[in-house]
Nanobody
Framework: QVQLVESGGGLVQAGSSLRLACAASGRISTTSVMGWFRQVPGKEREFVAYIAWRSDITSYADGVKGRFTISRDNAKNTVYLQVNSLKPEDTAVYYC???????????????WGQGTQVTVSS
C-alpha cells in the first residue's frame, strides 16, 4: 500500500503561482512514477504531468507546458507541482497518483491522494 497526501492548494488571482506538494509513504519502492491530474466537477479527470521516481523523465499536458513544472525530492518522498501564470481555467481539484508505469492515463495509476483544491479568480 502507498499513501499520498496533497497540500498547497488555495484561492489565488489569475497570474499567480502556487506550489502543490504530494507526500508519499508506504511501499513507494513498488512504484515508478508520480503523476498529477486535475478534475472539474462534471468533467473527466485530466492528465497534468508525471515524473519518474528514479530518472529525469517527465511529461506534461500541452495546456500546461511552460507554466507548470513537476519535480521531486526523493529524500522526502515528495513530488511538487509548481504552477505559474495561473488562469481561471486551471481551477480544479488537483490529485497526485502513483503507479508502476510511465503513463498519462489515470487508469494506469494504482494509488491516489484525496486532492487539493486550486481556485483561480479572474
Amino acid at each position: 500500500q502507498v499513501q499520498l497526501v496533497e497540500s498547497g492548494g488555495g484561492l489565488v488571482q489569475a497570474g499567480s503561482s502556487l506550489r502543490l506538494a504530494c507526500a508519499a509513504s508506504g511501499r513507494i519502492s513498488t512504484t515508478s512514477v508520480m503523476g498529477w491530474f486535475r478534475q472539474v466537477p462534471g468533467k473527466e479527470r485530466e492528465f497534468v504531468a508525471y515524473i519518474a521516481w528514479r530518472s529525469d523523465i517527465t511529461s506534461y499536458a500541452d495546456g500546461v507546458k511552460g507554466r507548470f513544472t513537476i519535480s521531486r525530492d526523493n529524500a522526502k518522498n515528495t513530488v511538487y507541482l509548481q504552477v505559474n501564470s495561473l488562469k481561471p481555467e486551471d481551477t480544479a481539484v488537483y490529485y497526485c497518483a502513483t503507479g508502476r508505469f510511465l503513463s498519462s492515463l489515470g487508469g494506469q495509476y494504482d494509488y491516489w491522494g484525496q486532492g487539493t483544491q486550486v481556485t483561480v479568480s479572474s
